[in-house]
């Protein structure tokens, strides 16, 4: 890549008028084979007719072939690139944003990605199962159309063992906690439905970065029923439209976070959703002290998002 291959506008969007997109429908022969997808009756595999799909990604780092390898150099030391990296398409449009979908697009996306969670989740070489999205070029996205990656890892992301051994030393889930604090002042509190609370959370590392928690104590992504599905659904797009709203359609990532999985795990993890707009680029304070500089408090951010939420949506 080099300057000017993805021109932008101040809010990490695509200006260049691309005539071609491998994700849009149509062009089923450019992208890797589907695993599985969401298509009009009779329609086959890999052709026109689909509402989702999921493929391996082209460009994976990637392979589930053989076992996880270390190796030693001297000092140094890496694993082989065992695991598997998936594109979740969830539109054929090429120009309809995630946050446009229907309530009914929106609980098929996240039942796909649960029915593939519980797929990977079989294979005793897979660790962790990273669902995230990356929309517009602040927040990563190299392609505009639409889609969600997930990725079964060999290994455990540093941030969860953490919350793991909070439960270890003290018998609580940290997110049960966490939730039980915030309520009893409600300052950092956007919005609370049937089965999640949507907040702001203390000393957060983004402007406006959110967290979707569900209330019943869920270890996997994969355990939420078709209510909180739904539910899920439905909150999720109040929030994005409330963000594209307040912040005038801004780069994002969402992440899924959730408990590993086919390791020795005494339970404490708890399952939910970082929602983190990419506002300002990090730069040398965040690179070399891990430090998060955020000009926009949590109390702040929660109050704008509580004043851009709809309380009904289309469907």
Known sequence: LKAGDFPINKNGDYVTNRSFCPFCEGNEAFTTEEIMAVRDQDSPPNTAGWKIRLIP???????????LNL????????????GTHEVLIETPKHNEEFHQLSIRDMVLIYTMMQQRYSQLARDPRIKYIQVYKNRGLFAGASLEHSHSQIMGLPIIPQNI??????????????????????????????SETDHFLLLCPYASRFSYESWIIPKRHIE??????????????????RLLNGLVKAL????????INTAPV??????????????NPRLIISAGAEIST?????????????S???????????E
Do not use: W
Request: proline share 4%.
């Open 57 to 67: 990604n082209k460009f994976s780092a990637f392979k589930l072939q053989g076992d």
């Open 71 to 82: 190796n030693r150099t001297g000092i140094y030391s890496n694993y082989s690139g065992l």
């Open 248 to 255: 005038s359609n801004p780069s994002y990532n969402i992440i």
């Open 161 to 190: 063992p953490g919350v793991i051994e909070h439960y270890r030393n003290t018998g609580e889930c940290l997110i049960c906690s966490i939730v039980k604090q915030e309520r009893e002042t409600g300052v950092r509190i956007v």
């Open 290 to 302: 891990g430090y998060y500089v955020n000009p926009a408090a949590p109390e702040i951010s929660a």
């Open 262 to 275: 086919n390791v020795p795990y005494e339970g404490g993890y708890h399952c939910y959703i970082e929602i």
């Open 220 to 237: 996997h992504f994969s355990n939420l029923n078709d209510r909180e599905i739904e539910n899920l659904s439905r909150l999720m797009k």
């Open 304 to 314: 704008l998002l509580r004043s851009k939420l709809d309380d009904e949506i289309a």
